[in-house]
């Protein structure tokens, strides 16, 4: 993974190999690159549906995902690769130990997937990637060969565009009023969507309180608020303890 | 140093290019591995004195300074073990991962203005995302060894470093915003000048929150007093319990690089990064352009600088560990969820209004004119700031979309930007 997004990071060393002379020119390195951070993400992605260990799964998803975002950066855009890395690849760490928590139960607990589910799912799969392929093929500009595009340096444009301000330049034909807006109303939509989300997970994972004390809180009530945080404490703890332990 | 390849050498381009980031990759790898060595000797020394002991004395002369030579080559002659329940593949491979997110991370850490692995526009961003990786190699040491200890130890250190990331990311998001930009080299440079420039005094809402980010810091890299990971007095060994040899040096490697990185980071962010406490190269006139080689001999010494305030960083570290007691579990949470992430949120508020009262700063008023900072925060390409005004003046005048990119496309071609970031589409 780390070497992916490692190798990635030369590539963008060398971007400026653009005009290459001398005996290599025949090569060009960004499509070698392209294909190999391509064949880790599709390789490890295979291998997720193939692997019958929650874990290996898992890792295996962190090492296709990584190697996204090395196609990210060698694109030039480094704030989707780093957004990349830190959402996709950082969330599957959760997922990590999710699949570990589950499988403490026995460790190493294979997870065997039955033939007909195997079809189902290559079905649905063949019948996406057909989808996909026919719309990627449709694309005028991307059947062209070798266009150098211009890839501009991406936070700052990224985010003055979220503050209302568009400094890129807009496609011929939108009107500029919708231009000059940017994304600032589903900027504050999502914001707030996600702070209603952080609420809502904090309240429902909170310690539930117990209605009515018990002899023993009402005889240490002289002490209560201390009797109190340790209860929380030492529940919060053995709950920890608990989930990962066994 | 591709050029000079390039012109003076006569490589191939492309050879030219590898070339140039094997050498950059070598000096990062040795920087880790040769400061692991450093602060291991260090560490041994400090420990042994708050514990009024020697510490190391015969090995290499008289303050035992060869210690972790000797210990390196005893890492080196032991057997490698594998527990037999163990997944041999996500075993094997655990220890390569965590060194290879802390090495990753130094990719975009500046040592001195242009002494950078890759220049990234989203620095910052790149140097947290990539730390918060190396719990992956923990986690997954845990539960490939097969054993209790290691699994207690990986999941008390998922529920940490998730838990820290939050308020690190806010104490980060303070000088970027002070500065304006994510970039790393953006941000050592606004903090040029005398140490009054440095963010760390920059109003007291920065120095307060310097002092969270280190405590954040401190528990992300899993250092006491929150090596809860590792707890040797209740997991054996945490999650490193069945790793010897090489394998488990590779963890300390990794342990002794981040600790180095988050404290260089924290020089960035808050403490002027190279630049020193008193500008000695300006005062003796060897400013940006003097030539080449006044040029390389400033960076040399912010280079000197740089690595002199993540040193001090790291010692503090040691300190911290041998004088605390190691935290509970639930401390660890309260002091993250409970102090650390709202005196992060109200300082981030807090720095936000002074920066809105005082534009110019109280202190660093004094050392520079105000409107100079302000103008920053609106950069063009290649660093090159837009002036703000003519780009809202324009906009709101003619109202033309054409207008409106202009200013950015001026911008573009003064800097070069054509010939530096053109990408090519591959087919």
Known sequence: ?246 | MADFLINTVGLPEWLAWTVTAFVAAALILNVIAGGALVFIWAERKIAARIQDRLGPTRTGGRFGWLQSLADGIKLLAKEDLMPEGADGMLFRLAPYISFCASFCAFIALPFAFDFVGQRLNVGVFFVVAVLGLEVFGVILAGYASASKWSLFGAMREAAQVVSYEVPLGMCVVVPVMLAGSMDLVTIGEKQAGWFTGWYLFHDPFTFVIFWVYVTCAVASVNRAPFDLAEAESELVAGFHTEYSGLRWSFFFMAEYGSMFLVSALAAVLFMGGWNGPIPVATLLGLSEGTGDTANYFVRLIGCGNLVLKATLGVLLMMWVRWTLPRLRIDQVMTTCLKYCTPIAAAMFAGAMLWQLAFPGGIVRGLSRPAGEIREGWLEGPGGLPVGRGTLMRKSAAAGSSELLAEPLADAKSEAGIDSQNVVQVVP
């Open chain 1, 1 to 246: 993974m780390m070497i992916a997004v490692l190798a990635s990071s030369m590539s963008m060393l060398g971007s400026t190999l653009l005009p290459i002379s001398g005996p290599m020119a025949a090569v060009n390195w960004h499509s070698v690159l392209f294909l190999l951070f391509a064949a880790v993400a599709c390789a490890c992605a295979v291998a997720v549906v193939l692997a019958d260990n929650v874990v290996r799964m898992a890792f295996y998803l962190v090492l296709s995902l990584a190697s996204t975002a090395g196609l990210f950066f060698l694109a030039g855009a480094e704030f989707v690769g780093a957004m990349q890395l830190m959402i996709y690849v950082g969330g599957t760490l959760v997922l990590l130990v999710f699949g570990v928590m589950l499988t403490a139960q026995a460790p190493f607990v294979a997870i065997k997937t039955s033939s007909s589910d195997r079809v189902l799912a290559g079905m649905v799969g063949a019948a996406l990637l057909a989808v996909l392929l026919q719309a990627a093929f449709r694309v005028e500009p991307w059947r062209r060969p070798a266009v150098a595009a211009e890839a501009a340096p991406a936070a700052t444009p990224i985010g003055m565009a979220l503050l209302g301000v568009r400094v890129d330049e807009p496609a011929a034909g939108v009107p500029a009023a919708a231009v000059r807006s940017g994304y600032l109303l589903p900027f504050e939509i999502v914001s707030i969507h996600l702070l209603v989300v952080l609420v809502g997970a904090a309240y429902l994972a909170r310690a539930k309180r117990r209605r009515t004390p018990r002899a023993i809180d009402v005889a240490a009530s002289s002490v209560g608020p201390v009797v109190e945080a340790r209860q929380a404490a030492r529940s919060s703890a053995s709950a920890l303890v608990s989930g990962g332990g066994r």
